[in-house]
């Protein structure tokens, strides 16, 4: 917890909001802290501690992993409704080697570690649904995970994402990808 801490005392003072990431599958016992008893205070405890050093509230979200059980989820939504954070964002990248084109002997020599893109696309989408149908509108949700064209952004958004972020398709369409993006969602709100 302590790296937390340091993290929200350092980051908060110039922060628009801050998220803290128990969701990562590459970094060893991290998704452990998934666990409500030991998320509710972690995310108390920075919530505190950004909000004293940034002398003021600092907009607070957790990141969740799409490999959550939808009962974990539910948990996960009920704890962030009770502990008024500001958002959830849904999902990070999966460990699931489900459904890949690749012989599992070829995946299995690349390692462990989160599979982000199409292998976590309905998922991610499912995951978003079930928070929206938990939390209504007291939560900002954000919408991450095999987000690649302006179909699948206003896929999100009609789910009830707030915020849809890209990552995969980002890396290989290059910087220009939300410009396209959001050129197309224009076109089709015309």
Known sequence: MDDYLVSARSLAPAADYLVVNVSSPNTPGLRLLQDVETLRP?????GQEADR???RHVPLLVKIAPDLSDEDIDDVARLALDLKLDGIIATNT?????GL??????VEKCGAGGLSGAPVKQRSLEVLKRLK???GDALALVSVGGVESAADVQERLDAGATLVQGYTAFLYEGPFWAA???????????
């Open 94 to 98: 999966t460990i699931a080697r489900t």
């Open 180 to 190: 396209r993006i959001n050129r197309q969602l224009a076109k089709t709100r015309a």
């Open 133 to 135: 149908h938990a939390t």
């Open 53 to 55: 050093a940034a002398g």
């Open 42 to 46: 972690l995310l108390t405890a920075v």
């Open 101 to 106: 084109s690749s012989p599992s002997e070829e």
